[in-house]
Nanobody, 115 residues
Framework: QVQLVESGGGLVQPGGSLTLSCAVSENIFNFNAVGWYRQAPGSQRELVATINVGGRTDYADSVKGRFTISRDNADNTVYLQMNALKPEDTAIYYC?????????WGPGTQVTVAS
């Protein structure tokens, strides 16, 4: 079973930056796509950004221009660079690796944006 381990979360002031990392225990090219989702208290889990096996990226409208997803193929690691953070970005961020309709999830990392 694939394991996903997120890191890099924390407390940051509005306007600040954080980089999240997700270590994947298998070759990331085994999956159709890898990416990041988030869930705020009282809200459903939502897509933040994904990158597919061909390198195509997709972003939620709320993070376009501020967040960048990337991957290190050699280390099987997926990154999420988050800039210009806002209080509404506060959530638990989950790494996801999808093959066909099967989703694999990490345990999540908390991101809190507050002054």
């Amino acid at each position: 079973q694939v394991q996903l381990v997120e890191s890099g979360g924390g407390l940051v002031q509005p306007g600040g930056s954080l980089t999240l990392s997700c270590a994947v225990s298998e070759n990331i090219f085994n999956f159709n796509a890898v990416g990041w989702y988030r869930q705020a208290p009282g809200s459903q889990r939502e897509l933040v950004a994904t990158i597919n096996v061909g390198g195509r990226t997709d972003y939620a409208d709320s993070v376009k221009g501020r967040f960048t997803i990337s991957r290190d193929n050699a280390d099987n690691t997926v990154y999420l660079q988050m800039n210009a953070l806002k209080p509404e970005d506060t959530a638990i961020y989950y790494c996801n690796a999808r093959i066909l309709s099967r989703n694999n999830w990490g345990p999540g990392t908390q991101v809190t944006v507050a002054s």
